[in-house]
Structures are given as C-alpha cells and as structure tokens.
C-alpha cells in the first residue's frame, strides 16, 4: 500500500510540474506581446495608427490568456474535483444543442438512453467542443451528430465532411496546447477536455479520418 501510494504521488508530482512547465510555455508568448507593445506606447513617437495597433495586439493577447486560463480552469475541474452528478433528458439535451447551432448541426437520435446520470457542464464541455471542432474543420459542409447508446452508456458520433487530420497531427490531436489555429486564437484544450471527460465516466474518445471527413466518437 506504501509503495502504491509512493507510486501514485509521484505520478500526480510528475503531471503538476509537466502541466504548470506547458502553461508557463503558453502564457509566456502573449505576455512577451503585451510587455512589447507597452513598450512601444510608452516611448510616444508614433502616428494614432500604429498606437491603435499595438493597443489591438494587446487586446488580442490578453484575450488569449483569458481563453487559456478558462479553459484551464475546466480541465482542472473535470480531472481534480470529484464529478458532480444529476440525471438529465438526453433528448432535450441535444435538442437545445441543435437549438443553438442551427441547421448546419443534424442530429440523429437512434435510441439512446432517455436519461443518464452525469455532470451536465462536463457532457456540455465534451459534445460542444466536438461539435465546434467539426464546425471548425468541416468547411461549409454539414456536421452529423449521432446520438446511440452501448451497454447502457452514451454514445456520441460526430462526423465532418472536411479534409480530414493530417498524417503528422494525427498522433497530437488530444495533446494539451496542441492547435494548428493559434493565430486565431485556439487554445489547444478542446479535445483534451473531452478526453478528460471520458477518461473520468470510465469511458473513451476515438477517432476515423480521411480525405473526405472525420468522425469522432465519444462513450461516457
């Protein structure tokens, strides 16, 4: 029992410093942008132009921490607080969620459960970042979302009809801060906030992509 929890300790001791060394990497490029800019608004000599300039890329950056550290804070909370549960209408779930994201979303019931057991923020967390994802990634094309259940579990599909994942991101897709949308301000966390959502209902996420889409599925 000593040694398993020496081992557990350690673990945990390993995951804190790797997490806090990748946040500290993240935040650092927008601080570096707002202490430059500073800098250069401070010195004066500049036309109204440039001095709106760096005030956008100062917004821009602090609207990029502020994207992190709310993002943080929900994958903190999936993975360190204990889950929260209440049952919920499986239905009027995904019909709000259709709801919110229009017509381009197709939702297909195929008998799931009618109600599960489950924090409702951490199934929102999940099924919203798929479905921005494919959203995102699936040019002006459809996104079909499947709603089916597998041994009494939920099971959630999402396809897109993009041009699928790249062979060189397929391996780093749930990895924490990856993104290839930095620029336009992703923050790397969606899909391993999903991955934590499974990972603590006992569940999975897993992946198909090709050239004429990807599917996502996702049990909890």
């Known amino acids: 029992s000593v040694n398993r929890m020496t081992e557990l300790l350690t673990d945990r001791a390993e995951y804190i410093a790797n997490f806090a060394a990748a946040v500290s990497h993240e935040l650092k490029s927008p601080i570096t942008s707002i202490r430059g800019a500073v800098e250069l608004l401070d010195d004066g000599a500049m036309s109204d ?3 709106r300039r760096f005030l956008g890329n100062i917004d821009a950056a602090a609207r990029r921490m502020e994207r992190l550290v709310v993002r943080l804070l929900e994958l903190a909370r999936i993975q360190s607080a204990p889950e929260y549960a209440e049952e919920i209408d499986v239905g009027a779930f995904f019909a709000e969620l259709g709801h919110r994201h229009g017509p381009r979303l197709r939702i297909a019931l195929v008998d799931p459960p009618a109600r599960l057991w489950i924090n409702p923020d951490h199934l929102g967390a999940a099924v919203g970042n798929l479905v921005e994802n494919a ?11 499947t709603v089916s259940a597998v041994g009494g579990r939920l099971v959630v599909t999402v396809r897109d009809h993009g041009p699928g994942i790249s062979d060189g991101n397929r391996a780093r897709i749930f990895d924490r801060f990856f993104t290839t949308e930095r620029d336009s301000g992703g923050t790397g966390l969606g899909l391993a906030i999903v991955q934590a959502v499974a990972e603590t209902r006992g569940g999975s996420i897993d992946f198909e992509t090709g050239p004429e889409g990807s599917t996502f599925r996702l049990v909890v």
């Open 49 to 51: 132009a440039q001095r």
């Open 135 to 145: 959203l995102r990634h699936g040019g002006d094309g459809p996104v079909d979302l």
